[in-house]
């Protein structure tokens, strides 16, 4: 990704928990204030949970509220500095549980909640979601907004339901230039709604894919100068085409956590079952 998606903020507070594998399965379950997920080792080792804070909109980023984040991140020695919120800039690996009424509050926020509501009402066609006919022309919510660069491709969007929540799930790319993306420039995202409405969780993970390129070829100027529409349409397609394990993380397994999750306000109260090693 080409540049930070808007991941910088104050916190209030942070709490670290190391998860342990459940016996004979090598996953790992986490439960806190009522959120409750799952994910296996391939995701992470190891969970930093943070208490966020109000973030106001300024020149470079919307608006943010307060919020848990749950940042997902490897083995760490001994006396290791917990990582920054989020994960790393360029390759984020965050779960952002808010309450729905507080994004509701800001207008821009409420906007991008009201946007969630009406598609999972709806129920659009995924296939008509994809920049594959090129540009974004119907972005998908995001919370919160990504204003510093714009949204070049957006594939494979799905909707995810389960008894404690439902959702949309799709690969993006951001950049702040007329460039496709390559090997490293995409985001798996999810946005969702709880059964009662009453949380939203907002999932954002770096990707890499040998699907693509690590380096732009060469001509790729004239070709963009030419047929912008095409090239972005011949990258969305390339990513659609793909089987979710030609990315990294595999993105069946982020999809089994959003299936795993259990929220405030749902049908389920235990810990969710720790997902198996894959």
Known sequence: MRVRSGLVMLVTAAALLTVAPAAGQGGHAVWY??????????????????QVRDRP?????????????????????PGARPPAVGGPAASPREIRVYRTAVLEAVPELRDQVAAL????EERPDPASLSTIEG??????????????????????????????????????SYAQDTLPPTSDDLLWMF?????????HIAITWGLTTDLLPK???????????????????ESTGIIERGAANAFRPD?????ALVRSMVLPGGPSSQVPEASPAT
């Open 117 to 120: 509501r009406r598609l999972l």
């Open 191 to 199: 946005q969702g709604l709880s059964a009662d409405g009453s949380t």
């Open 57 to 77: 909109a300024d020149q470079l980023t919307g608006a943010d509220l307060a919020h848990v984040s749950f940042t997902l991140y490897g083995a760490r020695d």
């Open 33 to 50: 204030d009522g959120v409750g997920f799952a994910f296996p080792p391939a995701l992470g080792q190891s969970v930093n949970i943070t």
């Open 251 to 255: 993105l069946d397994a982020l999809d």
């Open 135 to 172: 540009p974004v022309r119907d972005p998908l919510p995001v919370v919160p907004p990504i204003t510093e660069a714009a949204r070049i491709v957006q594939a494979r969007a799905h909707f995810i339901d389960t008894p404690e929540l439902s959702g949309i799930a799709y690969v993006a």
């Open 215 to 233: 380096e732009l070829p060469e001509g790729i100027f004239r070709r963009i100068d030419r047929d912008w529409d095409g090239v972005l349409g």
